[in-house]
C-alpha cells in the first residue's frame, strides 16, 4: 500500500473529533463536546443537528443503513440494520436519521439473555447513545455504540457496568488525588491495551471439523509428531498468507481508528497476536469487540479461519488476551508510574498498595471475572496462569515494599530515600518488572497485566472488577487518610500496614510449579480451579454490598448475570456433548468399523491363500480396533445418558455442577478413546483433518 496514505486513512470511518468538527456547525460541536467530557446524556435539542451532521458525513462514506451497536451478555456484539431510507410522500424517498434515532432504540430484545431480569411478556429493551464513544461505519452501516437496558431500567449488556465502574474508580481516585494538593486534575480515567492471541488455520480444514465449527474447539485429536517443542514458532518469519492477512487486518483496523501495533508468531503453530497501543477502557473495549470480528471476516476473505477460543487445541498453547491495565489524571500522569518528585512517589505507592489490598481481598472476584467453559480448560495448563490468582511486583519493587514494611532504608545505587516521610524511588527499568511471564497478574513498569482473560471473552468483565475493586479499597483509603492530623504519618502507616498485611497475594516464582499450589495453600490464597467453583462467589452478600454500594450492578443485575454464567456453561458443555456424540455415531464409529472389516478381510483373505501364514499383526490390530471401538460405543451410550439427565435438571446451579462432573469430565474420557483409535486408523480411513493437518495447514 501506499504508505502515506496511512495517517489519512487512519480513522477515517469514524467519526471522531476531527470528524466533528467538519460537519458540526461550532455551537453544537462544542455542545457535544461538553456532553463527552462530563459522560452527560445528549440534549435532546442539539441531537437532530448530530444526527443531521452523522448521516450527512456516513453517506458521503457510502453507507446505507445505520444501526445501534452493542454488547449484550453473549459476549459479542449486536446490532439491527435499518437503512436511511424514508418515503418523500412523491413516489421516491428521502435519506432521513433523526435525533430520536440516534439517542434511542427499541430492538425486539427477547432473544436475548437476560437471566430472569426480563419476563417474556415485557420483552421491550432499550439501547442508548453512548456519546463517549465514536460512532463509525463498518459494512456499509453506520454503527452507533449504546448500552442496552430493560424495561425497568437494569443493565442488559457489558458497556452499561462498565461505564458506571469508571465512575466509581473516578470519584474515589479524585478523593485520593486531593489529599495530595493536586489541584489542576479534574478527572480520572483507567487506559487499557489487550493483547489478542488468535489461531490461524485453513478454512478447507476448518469447514471440514464440526467440532471446530460449532464449538470453536478440537474434541479430539491425537498430537502430531512435532508440536511447539521446538519454540520455532515463536516470533518466527511469517507466512505469506498470514503477513497478508496481517496487513488487510491492519488496514481494516486502521480505517476504524482502531491503534492495531504489534503483529507476530506466538508459541504455538499456527497462533499469531495482535497487540494495540493502549486507549481509554471504554474505547479499548469498543475496539477489541471489532478487531475480533474483522480478524474472522479479513480471515474468511484470505481462505482461512480465525479461532478465538481458548483452547482450539489439547497438547498446544491456548490463546489468552493480556489486558494491560492502568490509571491516568486527564493531565497526562499515569497514577502507576513513579514520579519525578517524592510527593508523586508516595502517592504512586499509595495506589500501588491499593491495587495490592484490592486484588488479595478480592481474589474471587478477579478469578470470576475470566470464568468460563472455555477458560477452564486453558488456566493451569502449562502456558496459562493457574487458576490461582496473585501478583508479580518484580525485585526493584519488592525491596522497596520490604524495607517500607521493615521500616527500613532501600539503599542500592538508584536509592529510594525516605525525606521528611515521603518516599524516593527509582524508575524501575522495563527488565526488572517484565521477567516473570507465568504470572495471572504482573506489574510491568507503569501498568498491571491481567494475564487470566480469555482469547474469546469481552474485556469488559475484568475491567469492571477491576475498577470496582480498586475504588472500594481507594474510598477506604480516603476515609482514614481525610481524617488524618497528620496526613503525611497517616500515609506511611497506611502504606506500611497494606503491605504487611496483604503481601501474602504477591509471589515472584513460578506459578506453572506444582510447589506453588501448596505454597498458596498455605498462604490460604483461594484456588477456584473451575468455573462452577467460583460462579457463587460473584452473589456473596459481600460482593452484593460491594457492588451496590459503588452503583455498578444493582442485586438483580448481579443475580441475573450469575444466571446467565451458570447458563452459558451449560449451553457450551451441551452443545460440545452433541457435537462430539453427532461426531462418534455418524462418524468415528463408522470408519472404526469400515477399518475392522478391512483388517478382517485381509486376515481371512490370508487363511484362505494359505493356513499358518504369520498374521499376528492384524490380529493384534483386529483386537484392539474391536476393544477401542467397544468403549467408545458403550462409553457413548452412557455419555447420552447423562447428558440426559443434566438436562432434566431443574436447578439451574445443580445443573452446572452435573454438566462439570459428568459431561466435562465424559468428553475428557471420549476423547482418550478416540485419540487412541485415530493412531491406528491410516489417515486415508480417517474421517477428518488431524491435528497435523489443522496446525499444519498455511503455509
Ligand atoms: P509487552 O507486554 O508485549 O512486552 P508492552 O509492554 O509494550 O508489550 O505493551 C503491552 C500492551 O500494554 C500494549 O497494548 C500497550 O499499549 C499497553 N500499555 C502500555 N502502557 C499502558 C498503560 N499506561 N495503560 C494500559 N496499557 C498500556
Ligand atoms: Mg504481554
Known sequence: MNTRRIPELFGSMVFNDKAMRAYLPEETYLALKRTIKNGK???????????????????????????????????????????????????????????????????????????????????RGYTAWDPTAYAFIKDETLCIPTVFYSYGGEALDKKTPLLRSEEALNRQAM????LFGNEDVTKTQTTVG??????????????????????????????????????????????????????????ELWKLGIYARTEHNEAAPAQHELAPIYSRTNTATDHNQLTMELMK???????????LHEKPFYGVNGSGKHNNWSISTNTGVNLLEPGDSPQENTQFLLFLAAVIKAVDEHQDLMRFSIASAGNDHRL???????????????????????????????????????????????????????????????????????RMPGASASIADPNIILNTIIADTLAQFADFLENAEDLNEALQQLIQNTIKKHKRIIFNGNNYSSEWVEEA?????????????????????????????????????????????????????????????????????????????????????????????????????????????????????????????????????????????????????????????????????WPFPTYYDLLFSVH
Open 175 to 178: 478523593r485520593i488525588i486531593r
Open 297 to 307: 471476516k479479513v480471515a474468511a476473505r484470505h481462505g482461512m479461519a480465525c479461532l
Open 521 to 685: 495453600e498455605r498462604r490460604g490464597l483461594l484456588n477456584l480451579p473451575t468455573t462452577m467453583d467460583v460462579l457463587p462467589y460473584f452473589v456473596s452478600p459481600e460482593n452484593i454490598e460491594l457492588f451496590t454500594r459503588h452503583k455498578v450492578f444493582t442485586a438483580e443485575e448481579m443475580r441475573s448475570r450469575y444466571e446467565i454464567m451458570v447458563e452459558n456453561y451449560c449451553k457450551t458443555l451441551q452443545i460440545e456433548a452433541r457435537t462430539l456424540i453427532d461426531m462418534i455415531k455418524s462418524d468415528i464409529l463408522p470408519s472404526a468399523f469400515r477399518e475392522e472389516q478391512q483388517v478382517a478381510n485381509t486376515l481371512l483373505k490370508k487363511r484362505e491363500a494359505l493356513s499358518g501364514l504369520p498374521s499376528k499383526a492384524e490380529e493384534s490390530l483386529l483386537r484392539q480396533l474391536a476393544d477401542l471401538a467397544d468403549r467408545l460405543h458403550s462409553g457413548c451410550f452412557h455419555f447420552e445418558k447423562n447428558l440426559q439427565k443434566a438436562q432434566n435438571i431443574k436447578d439451574f446451579y445443580e445443573q452446572g455442577l452435573y454438566y462439570r462432573d459428568h459431561i466435562f469430565t465424559g468428553l475428557q474420557e471420549l476423547r482418550g478413546i478416540i485419540d487412541e483409535m485415530e493412531t491406528i486408523i491410516p489417515a486415508e480411513n
Open 380 to 450: 493451569g495448563g502449562n502456558e496459562a496462569p493457574p487458576a490461582i490468582v496473585s501478583m508479580f511486583l518484580g525485585d526493584d519493587l519488592n525491596a522497596i515494599l520490604l524495607a517500607i514494611e521493615e521500616g527500613t532504608v532501600y539503599a542500592p545505587e538508584n536509592a529510594m530515600v525516605m525525606k521528611g516521610g515521603v518516599h524516593t524511588l527509582p524508575r524501575f527499568s522495563r527488565d526488572a518488572t517484565d521477567r516473570n511471564r507465568t504470572s495471572p497478574f504482573a506489574f510491568t513498569n507503569n501498568k498491571f497485566e491481567f
Open 194 to 251: 489487550p493483547e489478542q492471541e488468535y489461531f490461524l488455520i485453513d478454512e478447507s480444514v476448518y469447514r471440514a471439523r464440526k467440532d471446530l465449527v460449532l464449538c470453536g474447539r478440537t474434541l479430539f485429536g491425537a498430537m502430531p509428531p512435532k508440536g511447539q517443542e521446538m519454540d520455532d514458532h515463536y516470533f518466527g518469519t511469517l507466512k505469506p498468507r498470514v503477513n497478508a492477512f496481517m496487513k488487510d487486518l491492519d488496514e
Open 41 to 123: 446524556s445528549l440534549d435532546k435539542t442539539i441531537a437532530g443537528t448530530v444526527a443531521a451532521a452523522m448521516r450527512d458525513w456516513a453517506l458521503e462514506r457510502g453507507a446505507t443503513h445505520f444501526t445501534h451497536w452493542f454488547q449484550p451478555m453473549t459476549g459479542i456484539t449486536a446490532e439491527k440494520h435499518d437503512s436511511f431510507i424514508t418515503p418523500d410522500n412523491a413516489d421516491g424517498i428521502l435519506m432521513e436519521f433523526s435525533g430520536k434515532e440516534l439517542i434511542k432504540g427499541e430492538p425486539d430484545a427477547s432473544s436475548f439473555p437476560h437471566g430472569g431480569l426480563r419476563a417474556t411478556f415485557e420483552a
